[in-house]
């Protein structure tokens, strides 16, 4: 308990001290001890109602809390995805990542944009292996354009796996946290979880699929239009990608900028912005990236 309420402390500016069963608080700011007692009442409901809180998720109970005041924890941490092949569940921690997850259940093809860092790739997995267990796809798809080689990789060394693996190694990485390894393996073997660069997907008609398109910001704009063409029956698509984060040649137009222009007003389409607000690793790649953004600004 003393390092919870230490680092509550920290993040917020508030002092908070424990005697016996009791946990007093402290501050200038009478609004802000207000909502310093509306975070402990809600952290002491999640714990009496089953929840086991580690230091990380009482961070995130604070991000959702001060971008979202009126929030309810209990909402956040009782939305289950899927649980880990280390026990802990997969749920969205912040508000951001709540509208991306309702839209990744309520659309066929989602868009999640946002900077490093915010889930939009990890939440998308989740939802995916979900959706495999439950049977409601028959495959997932995960893809990436591997821009880094002009997805020519005739001239790299080894095999094919060999070749595109660094750039897909993230993905792999991240289904191994969702189910364990040997039955990822078997499930890769047997292709029902499909890794691939995004030119595999040329000609293709994907059916019964989760289908999930990583760094998309770095596709060409023929690229995209032919992968969301893609799309057959009884699957969904979802587009990932960072458009700050464009490795493309500056003559290229990145297709995920473009989609994002030419598919809004199309109301079957979600489309999900995530920031700063909603990055969930540590708290120092979150003001990174508003360095970077002021940078920008100031530059252009």
Known sequence: MGSHLQLIGERTGLSLS?????????????????????????????VA????????????SIRILANDPGARLGEYFDDTVLIGVDGRR??????????????????????????????????????????LK?????????????????????????????????YLRPLYDALEDMLPADRVARL??????????LAFMRGRTLK?????????QNTTREQMRMFLT???????????????????????QSGMVQ?????????????VKLTSIDVVRHPLVAEIIDAYAHHDEIQV
């Open 134 to 166: 439950r049977g409601d796809v028959k495959r997932i798809i995960l893809t990436r354009p591997a821009v880094e080689a002009g997805e020519k990789l005739g001239f790299l060394p080894g095999d094919l796996n060999e070749k595109v693996d660094p």
């Open 208 to 216: 019964s699929a989760m289908v999930v398109l990583d760094e998309a």
């Open 18 to 46: 424990q005697r016996g069963t009791q946990i007093l608080i402290s501050g200038e700011d009478g609004e802000a001890v207000l909502w310093g007692e509306r975070l402990l009442e809600q952290l002491y409901d999640l």
């Open 49 to 60: 109602s089953g929840h086991s809180l580690d230091l990380e998720d009482v961070a995130h």
């Open 188 to 197: 890769l073997e047997r292709r029902t979880i499909e890794v691939a660069p």
């Open 259 to 271: 989609a994002l222009r030419v598919l809004s007003g199309i109301d079957r389409i979600g489309i």
């Open 90 to 131: 997969i749920t969205p921690r912040s508000p951001g990542q709540r509208t991306y997850l309702n839209a990744l259940r309520k659309h066929d093809v989602v868009f999640g944009v946002g900077p490093a860092g915010t889930g939009k790739t990890y939440l998308a997995m989740a939802v995916a292996v979900a959706a």
């Open 230 to 252: 893609r799309l057959g029956p009884d699957s969904k698509m979802v587009i990932t990608g960072d458009v700050t984060q464009i490795d493309l040649p500056t003559r290229i």
